[in-house]
């Protein structure tokens, strides 16, 4: 949202449409700019002429409210991995929905879920779910809520291996302020926000975060 604002601020004539895509698939989804102020934490619903759906682990579609496996299928889904079989059986799949058919679908390894209105909401990735005291926690789902406490400029959410938790949840942090911040006052924030088994088990303080070579935060640095 704070792009968007930056948008309507130096080019208010435009309008904007939010989209969520994969390198697989072109495009997969977009929010109408009427609907952004409303839903602005969604990637909105499926582009015209392709169909998106949720499937668990089980590979049965999601209910709303569910969280699952995002998957495409439509005219632009690709056709798989140059040379590389192995990773295109594993991507690219029979369309669950009808096994006998020959269609193809990409499986994204993004997990979303489907709200009432019919809009998708983004969850995390599949491989970077954290499991803390039995539950699946999304480690982008926790770094979004704790950016909305105002007072971390960059956050990363990692686990680490807790006797107790079997994965306890870290957040390393880069105060907005680092004269004024308080790891507690952070946790406080975090408790009100999220269920407990999403709160932080730790709240780190760095000057800065390491970052891959394409510039984005590195969530995998914290794991090596």
């Not at 004539?13 to 994969?22: A, I, P, Q, S, T």
Request: include cysteine.
């Amino acid at each position: 949202m704070k792009l968007v604002r930056l948008y309507r601020q130096y080019v208010p004539h435009v309008r904007v449409f939010l989209m969520y895509g994969l390198s697989e698939a072109f495009r997969s989804t977009y929010l109408p700019p009427e609907e952004v102020d409303r839903h602005p934490d969604s990637i909105g619903k499926a582009i015209p002429e392709t169909e998106i759906f949720l499937v668990g682990p089980d590979n049965r579609l999601c209910n709303p409210g569910t969280l699952g496996e995002l998957v495409h299928s439509g005219p632009t889904v690709a056709l798989g991995y140059w040379n590389n079989p192995v990773a295109t059986a594993r991507v690219f799949r029979t369309d669950p929905r009808d096994p006998r058919s020959r269609r193809a679908v990409v499986y994204s390894g993004d997990l979303a879920s489907v709200d009432d209105d019919g809009l998708l909401h983004f969850r995390g990735r599949r491989d970077q779910l954290i499991k803390s005291y039995g539950y699946r926690v999304s480690p982008d789902e926790v770094e979004q809520l704790i950016y909305e406490s105002h007072a971390v400029a960059e956050v990363i959410v990692h686990g680490r291996p807790d006797d107790v938790a079997g994965t306890a949840i870290v957040a390393h942090v880069v105060p907005v302020d680092p004269r004024r911040f308080e790891a507690s006052a952070l946790l406080e924030f975090c408790r009100t926000q999220m269920p407990a088994y999403m709160v932080p088990a730790a709240i780190e303080v760095h000057e800065s975060l390491p970052r891959n070579a394409t510039g984005k935060l590195d969530r995998r640095a914290f794991s090596r």
